[in-house]
């Protein structure tokens, strides 16, 4: 069974910064295409950031440009999500996912993703 877990979530205050982790197993890592979500009770969950399978494509959310920066560890099967100039509105839980094969920058957020994480709760205080 393939499993996603995230860590690095917690409290941090507005202009802060958090480094998401998820740390993928059972699963040959250097084949999907990875991506990190967020998701506030009451919406829906929405796409932040994907890398394709090298590390050489990456697209963003609006939301996420000039602030997150997404990478991935092939070696260590784990991909990130460095998040810098945090505020209020960040507040929400990510996941990581996982789509295996090759998936254009284009189409990363719109694709259904084979596998999830748990979740990890990012919070900022304003």
């Known amino acids: 069974q393939v499993l996603l877990v995230e860590s690095g979530g917690g409290l941090v205050q507005a202009g802060g910064s958090l480094r998401l982790s998820c740390a993928a197993s059972?699963?040959?890592?250097?084949?999907?295409?990875m991506a990190w979500f967020r998701q506030v009770p009451g919406k829906e969950r929405e796409f932040v950031a994907g890398?394709?399978?090298?590390?050489?494509?990456?697209t963003y959310a609006d939301s996420a440009k000039g602030r997150f920066t997404i990478s991935r560890d092939n070696v260590k099967s784990t991909v990130y999500l460095q998040m810098n100039s945090l505020k209020p509105e960040d507040t929400a839980v990510y996941y990581c996912?996982?789509?295996?094969?090759?998936?254009?920058?284009?189409?990363?957020?719109?694709?259904?993703?084979?596998?999830w994480g748990q979740g990890t709760q990012v919070t900022v205080s304003s």
């Open positions: 996912a996982a789509r295996i094969g090759f998936i254009s920058a284009q189409r990363m957020d719109v694709v259904p993703y084979d596998y």
């Open positions: 059972r699963l040959t890592f250097n084949r999907y295409t």
């Open positions: 890398i394709e399978w090298s590390g050489g494509s990456t």
